[in-house]
């Protein structure tokens, strides 16, 4: 009876606007989909916006948009924080716990109606307004224009291989199809709310998948400029990208702009001290993940374990098959699973060579195809040249760094790694730090067999030369330590961040000067790495000749 009932509110948003007035605000909430977190602090936040808002020198129109509720909590700072600058805001949201799951009408529209509650405060600061509205009169499969269903198919396309780890999509699997269910549902309404708001900026998270795709896509088309913004595991930092996915960490500025200058040594010392706590497993500075389960052993206790002799070893280290690093990524296969099948396919022709296949550790944390499934499916018996280290397995990477001849990557950052180290390292993905001079870039299949064939005769001769070593390891230290941006607020600890950095500490004066040109990054600004970078190259530069 009771979800009879709740399916029939569902259906009349009146009556279940009625019920929420009624008897749904004055329940306990209680569900996955919640934003308590930003309810305790929302109405002081706003007051201090109010209260220490300045004055842009060029105010812009800006929209901000989310979906999921952690990135609506984290999105609403964002946007505060921007209107706080001196900007026109406008915040739209629409209200999913889950991406992958069916939800009832009634609960969605709850969680719609809870948010409008939760976000009623902001209202004194900004426009706010929910796309659920809009996005069900679209239907359950809207009839979309081509250049909108273009947009739909390639983000579904994204969220099904993200959710499920996979590389290729079943186009009739019910997660496809609930995907370009929503997305569909969610273009019809970004398209229709921006064209009626008509801001000069929609700045979004992420901005590759799920809705957050599809807005930034949309924008695109609509001829309005974008700011998509992401966090990696460094405190107090932040990934931006204007006119651009975040995701596709495309350095191409920051790498024009700082590539040709000398690494200070400071800069040095802290990029050792980050790689240090890499190799042994351990935490620095405010980077908050271990890259290794199990710190180094050595190089020669792994070569006397995997049996391996004086044949040139090539070290081929895998992503995780879907990771967001990865989707969109190919260049000489169609995924990144046939480029190491294939890979795999060169060596047992090749017995007079040896290759170790590291697949990530990270697949320990994930529930998607294992690499490990992949190889055995395409290989039930290996040779005795080719040895797979498991996910599981206590092998720290690093130690095979140390005894490897060349290095073969997809888009993981060990390939960047491995030529810090001076092996010559082959990248068959487009990886953000491919094109940098200090790595192969084959365009086609027969182009890196080729770059093997060569590499695998002389590697002692294909070893990097000092300035190519040179160029990754700046390389190295400007994407970890210049890419990302101070940021006050991390999404994955948001409550203890604002409780240290509130709103009136980050419009205050000393806020600006840590927070203040990334606001205005976020705003548009343009982003430039030579003034910036430069900027901190030279006082690390200063505090060595002082010191």
């Known amino acids: 009876m009771i979800d009879n009932l709740k399916d029939l509110f569902g259906k009349m948003p009146l009556i279940m606007e009625a019920y929420w007035s009624l008897h749904g605000r004055n329940k306990p909430w ?6 308590e977190g930003l309810k305790s602090v929302l109405p002081h936040a706003v007051d201090d916006v109010v209260r220490y808002k300045r004055a842009a020198e060029q105010p812009r129109k800006i929209a901000v948009f989310s979906s999921l509720h952690y990135w609506i909590e984290q999105s609403m700072l964002v946007a505060l924080g921007l209107a706080g600058q001196g900007h026109e805001v406008s915040f739209a949201w629409l209200p999913y716990a889950e991406w992958d799951k069916e939800i009832k009408p009634f609960d969605l529209r709850r969680q ?17 307004g929910s796309l659920l509205k809009q996005s069900l009169k679209a239907g359950a499969l809207p009839e979309l224009p081509s250049e909108l269903q273009k947009i739909v198919d390639e983000v579904s396309d994204y969220d099904t291989q993200y959710t499920l780890q996979i590389e290729e999509t ?8 609930l995907r370009r269910q929503r997305n569909g549902q969610a273009a019809i309404a970004i398209y229709d709310w921006l064209q009626e708001e008509k801001p000069d900026l929609l700045v979004i998270p992420n901005g590759t998948i799920l809705e957050m795709g599809v807005a930034y896509q949309v924008a695109g088309l609509l001829g309005i400029e974008t700011v998509t913004f992401e966090f990696a595991d460094q405190q107090e930092r932040v990934w931006l990208a204007q006119n651009d996915e975040i995701m596709q960490h495309n350095t191409a500025d920051l790498w024009n702009s700082l590539g040709n200058q000398p690494l200070p040594e400071k800069a040095r ?16 500075g405010n980077f908050a993940r271990q890259w290794q389960q199990n710190p180094v052993r050595g190089g020669a206790s792994v070569r006397d374990s995997l049996k391996l002799d004086a044949r040139p070893l090539a070290l081929l280290a ?23 099948v294939r890979t795999i396919g060169y060596f047992v022709n090749h017995p007079e060579l040896q290759l170790a296949v590291r697949v990530h550790p990270g697949e320990l944390k994930t529930h998607g195809t294992s690499m490990i499934d992949v190889i055995n499916q395409a290989y039930p018996q290996l040779p005795e040249n080719i040895h797979i280290i498991r996910p ?7 130690d095979l760094v140390e005894i490897a001849d060349f290095g073969l990557v997809y888009t993981t950052t ?35 067999e080729q770059m093997l064939e060569r590499v695998s005769r002389d590697p002692v001769a294909a070893r990097l030369s000092p300035e190519q070593i040179e160029k990754a390891w700046l390389y190295a230290y400007l994407f970890f330590f210049e890419f990302s941006l101070p940021f006050p607020w991390h999404i994955l600890w948001l409550e203890d961040d604002f409780k240290q950095r509130p709103m009136s500490y980050v419009l205050s004066d000393e806020g600006q000067e840590k927070y203040g040109q990334t606001f205005g990054y976020l705003a548009g600004e343009q982003l430039d790495w030579a003034a910036r970078g430069l900027a901190r190259l030279e006082t690390l530069q200063l505090n060595e000749e002082k010191s």
């Not at 209680?30 to 934003?35: I, Q, R």
């Not at 960047?416 to 200090?438: C, D, N, Q, R, S």
């Open 112 to 128: 719609d109606l809870y948010t409008r509650d939760i976000l009623q405060p902001a209202a004194k600061v900004m426009r706010i």
């Open 269 to 284: 010392q802290a990029l050792m001290g980050l790689f240090a706590a890499r190799k042994n497993a351990n935490l620095w």
């Open 318 to 340: 895998t992503n995780v098959l879907g990771d967001s690093l990865t989707l969109g990524r190919q260049r000489i296969t169609q995924t990144m699973a046939e480029m190491i």
């Open 170 to 177: 079943d186009l009739s699997s019910p997660l496809y199809r």
């Open 30 to 35: 209680s569900a996955h989909y919640e934003l």
């Open 392 to 398: 599981e397995d206590k092998t720290n990477t690093y």
């Open 414 to 448: 060990v390939g960047m790694e491995m030529a810090m180290t001076g092996l010559p390292v082959i990248a068959t993905g487009k990886t953000h730090y491919a094109g940098k001079g200090f790595t192969l870039d084959p365009q086609t299949w027969q182009e890196y």
